[in-house]
């Protein structure tokens, strides 16, 4: 080895010390906030270890360099751009991650090195990249799914499989329990999110979510006060709720809900950039790889994505700190939106239900979030549980806990048994009007249909209200594709109807005026009507613990009994034959 290959080498090593320490110290902050200036530095520091291999591979190969430490670069700068992306919201930065991750994936710099046989220490160091490996799929397939590439997924989660069972063979002795809990927890999640493969994605796409002829009415909001989302906190916890790592269903379903759909330029630079990453050469430079691509691609014709602070799995202190500093960096034409998806009941109050139970099979209507009959009456239904176990205590979240931040206009969405406590908060802010969407007490599904394995209810029609609306008809996942997209069809002429109802209301509360030119949240808003509408007919008797609440209460032009509501959803089941599953005739009771 000449002394340059080995000089060569030994700066690389020093560079990359040097950046994994900036990294160590970018991933350890919240993504939210400040901070960027870390992630700055450890973007800088990854830039030049990135040059320095690129301008000198043969040398570094020569002094020692292996495939699995490049690997291990990309994987950093893919981890970098993944989380810019949770900062920021930014769809490039998400690009950029799925751009790295497949070159790595592609060119297998993590796989020859997992797979070395020799002496004890190299079958340690190889067991060790292999767990590398391991970690590097299972963020892929995070970022495959959040960029909707299905057949990217598929073949992630096969190999991902594929490899635990290899290391189990291979490694014998060691335990991959962790493993085999994650690939149960992604074959959850997979089922769940794919149950209609010919659904539009979650994000808002102006040719399916904007009305033009609905644009003139929703000007007039605009003399008046305006508030715009622009920030946005996302939780959820739950006991055995569906979930990948630390990436929950609902909130999954609520971030993509919250995001711009790109547009056809953007969509076509973001597709040949993940489509040229497939490198077929294994031994092919890495230099083929640009650090600053997504800086190359944006999409000028949208407005940027509100940011949101995803938080897994809070304490209830590290969830109000989380909304103290975000509330302080609001800005006056800002509205924040708060969605927390929990359960109301502790693990003590719970011992003789599972929450994904199939016990719907023996009632009309099954609860989405079981309670504990025996105990019930020992159980308080005025807080939110955040907690893994025990009872009450500081794992409890009170509807006063929130309100000293409505001193800042919120937008709060509840999905729990227990949303009906935070009624509490209206009238009782602290300055701003909140506006709230609480989701029904009890969910609702046909006798014999399993319905919690698809997430929470109320969240998947506020997300994705199609796919909610067949799951709880009982329409199964083999539908026929024109059929399914007729349906999609007629859900868009109902969701221009009801917009245009609503935004010409007399006597709308100037709460959901001053939001409702915000496409994002106008959006929920017309899904709660539907997502309440549909609940309504569903049941032969009116009962308010299946129904989901609003405050303050939108105009009684968009109740479910109003003509104008009904009538489309009637049009909507008899498109997919399941009319005959609703109550229209038989509902003569009035609701507001």
């Given amino acids: 080895m000449a002394d340059g290959e080995a000089g060569a080498y ?181 089922k769940a999110d794919g149950a209609y493969k010919g659904s539009r994605s979650l994000r808002y796409d102006n040719l399916f979510d904007s009305y033009p002829s609905n644009l003139a009415s929703i000007a007039r909001f605009h003399s008046k006060r305006v508030l715009k989302l622009k920030e946005a906190v996302l939780t959820s916890y739950r006991r055995n709720e569906v979930k990948f790592t630390e990436l929950t269903l609902d909130t999954f379903r609520m971030l993509q809900c919250l995001e711009w759909e790109p547009t056809g330029s953007y969509q076509i630079a973001a597709k040949e950039l993940t489509e040229n990453g497939t490198v077929s050469d294994q031994s092919g430079p890495s230099g083929l790889i640009d650090i600053h691509l997504s800086t190359e691609i944006s999409d000028g014709s949208l407005p940027s994505n509100p940011q949101k602070a995803i938080i897994y799995h809070p304490t209830v202190s590290h969830l109000l700190a989380v909304l103290a500093t975000i509330c302080e960096e609001l800005s006056q034409d800002s509205i924040l939106l708060i969605y927390i998806s929990a359960s109301g009941s502790t693990e003590q109050n719970m011992t003789s239900q599972k929450y994904a139970s199939s016990s719907s099979s023996h009632a009309t209507a099954a609860s989405a979030f079981p309670i504990d009959k025996s105990n019930s009456h020992m159980s ?156 309504f007919y569903f049941h032969p008797k009116e009962h308010e613990q299946h129904l989901p609440t609003c405050l303050p209460s939108l105009p009684e032009s968009v109740s479910p009994t109003a003509e104008a509501i009904k009538t489309p959803i009637l049009l909507l089941a008899e498109n997919l034959v399941v009319s005959n599953r609703f109550h229209f005739r038989d509902s003569r009771h009035n609701k507001k």
């Fill in 10 to 190: 030994r700066e690389f090593k020093a560079l990359a010390e040097a950046a994994d320490r900036k990294f160590a110290r970018a991933r350890d902050l919240p993504l939210y906030g400040g901070g960027d200036h870390h992630s700055r530095k450890a973007f800088k520091a990854y830039t030049r270890l990135w040059r320095l291999q690129q301008e000198r591979r043969r040398e570094l190969v020569a002094g020692g360099l292996r495939r699995w430490e490049i690997g291990e670069v990309a994987s950093r700068i893919g981890q970098l751009y993944y989380a810019r992306y949770l900062r920021t919201a930014e769809p490039r930065s998400l690009v950029g991650a799925y751009v790295f991750y497949e070159a790595i994936y592609s060119r297998g710099y993590f796989g020859a090195a997992a797979g070395a046989e020799g002496g004890r220490g190299s079958r340690h160091q190889a067991l060790l990249i292999r767990y590398k490996e391991l970690r590097f799929i299972a963020r892929f397939l995070a970022v495959a799914m959040l960029m909707r590439r299905a057949e990217a997924v598929d073949h992630l989660a096969g190999r991902l499989r594929a490899l635990v069972e290899e290391s189990k063979a291979a490694y014998p002795k060691t335990n991959f329990k962790e493993w085999k809990q994650v690939l149960q927890e992604l074959g959850r999640f997979l």
């Fill in 380 to 535: 308080s239904d005025n807080h939110l549980w955040l907690g893994p176990r025990g009872s009450g205590g500081p794992n409890n979240l009170y509807p006063e806990d929130l309100i000293p931040f409505t001193r800042y206009p919120l937008f709060l969405v509840i999905d729990s048994e227990n949303s009906h406590a935070f009624k509490a908060i209206h009238n009782a802010e602290k300055g701003e009007p909140a506006a709230l969407l609480l989701s029904p007490r009890i969910s609702s599904a046909l006798p014999g249909v399993e319905s919690t394995g698809h997430g929470s209810q109320f969240t998947y029609f506020l997300t994705a209200p199609m796919q909610a609306f067949c799951q709880l008809a009982g329409v199964t996942s083999d539908i026929d594709t024109d059929t399914y997209a007729n349906a999609e069809n007629i859900l868009f002429s109902v969701f221009e109807e009801y917009e245009g109802i609503l935004c010409t209301s007399v006597g709308l509360n100037n709460v959901w005026g001053q939001i409702l030119p915000d496409p994002f949240l106008r959006r929920l808003i017309l899904r709660f009507i539907f997502c309440r509408a549909v609940l």
